[in-house]
């Protein structure tokens, strides 16, 4: 026991040193800015707009609808390597998808919701209109701290083609051949930036003003911790969490 227990605290300290050390060489990276639109429209739903470009693609967020359902399980919640290293690790239902997409739509519709407007946002190719991915906002374990997850499907990550042959859903349209790296660190920038301005108009969580925003990820997956570094969210913690299985994750924070 005591061995296992010194072989896990040396596995933590060597994840810290990895991760202040690449976050170390970030410092003077340059966040690209997101355009922002918040828009009210007649039956009081909000509609919002994020456009923000990175390593020549222009990315597009736009606030989570009902006709999203299926791209979001066909690309995403259906796909056991999409979802492998995300939350728990298991795919998800269609049942469960539209459950979860009804309560993304439902916080642009009511303003009385507790997290109105820290919400879910589909990413796609401005260009292409290719459907990339989801990311969102949520609500923290602590007060005041919204919590920001992603999910993008296989053919946007830097894998090996036998990896994406074997498990990505593919199509006609199947991203254009085009190259989308850097869309994890698209997504951060854009997300944080998004929180600040919610924050600076005065939109809560759960009834407390915004402190920070914070993230997981799992000590094996590189591509989102490196864009989550990259974009300024600093470590507070490595540890395993309750109900995402036995891996290693980092707790990631940043302040506002």
């Known amino acids: 026991m005591q061995a296992d227990e010194e ?25 690209p800015q997101a355009q922002i639109h918040i828009e009210t429209e007649s039956d009081e739903t909000t509609k ?25 399980y066909y690309y995403l919640n259906s796909q056991p390597l999409v979802r492998a290293k995300f939350a728990n690790g298991n795919t998800t239902s269609l ?14 519709r009511n ?36 919590e920001m997850a992603r999910l993008n499907r296989v053919e946007c990550w830097s894998r090996p083609p036998d990896a994406i042959s074997t498990y990505a ?19 951060t920038c854009t997300l944080l930036q998004y929180a600040a301005r919610l924050k600076q108009e005065g939109y809560q969580v759960n ?10 990820a799992r000590v094996d997956n590189e591509g989102s911790w490196k864009s989550n570094a990259k974009a300024g969210m600093t470590l507070y913690a490595v540890d395993v969490v309750s109900g ?9 924070r940043k302040n506002m």
């Not at 919002?48 to 009902?66: A, D, L, P, R, W």
């Not at 469960?96 to 642009?108: G, M, S």
């Not at 009834?207 to 997981?216: C, F, I």
Request: glycine fraction near 8%.
């Open 244 to 252: 995402y299985g036995s891996s290693l994750r980092y707790q990631l």
């Open 95 to 108: 049942e469960a998808t539209t459950a979860r997409v009804n309560t993304f739509v439902n916080r642009f």
């Open 169 to 187: 859903v593919t199509d006609a349209n199947t991203t254009n051949k085009k190259t989308y790296s850097g869309i994890g660190t698209a997504e």
């Open 111 to 146: 303003k009385n919701s507790p997290l109105y407007l820290y919400s879910g946002f589909i990413v796609s190719d401005s260009q292409t209109e290719t459907f990339l991915g989801i990311a969102n906002l949520g609500s923290g374990v602590e007060a005041g701290t919204s």
């Open 207 to 216: 009834g407390h003003p915004l402190q920070a925003v914070v993230a997981t």
């Open 48 to 72: 919002v707009h994020m456009e923000i470009q990175y390593k020549g693609t222009q990315y597009s967020f736009e606030s989570i609808q009902e006709k999203d359902i299926n791209d979001i």
């Open 7 to 31: 072989n896990l605290s040396c596995l933590i300290e060597d994840a810290k040193v990895k991760f202040n050390q690449y976050a170390e060489t970030q410092k003077a990276f340059q966040a």
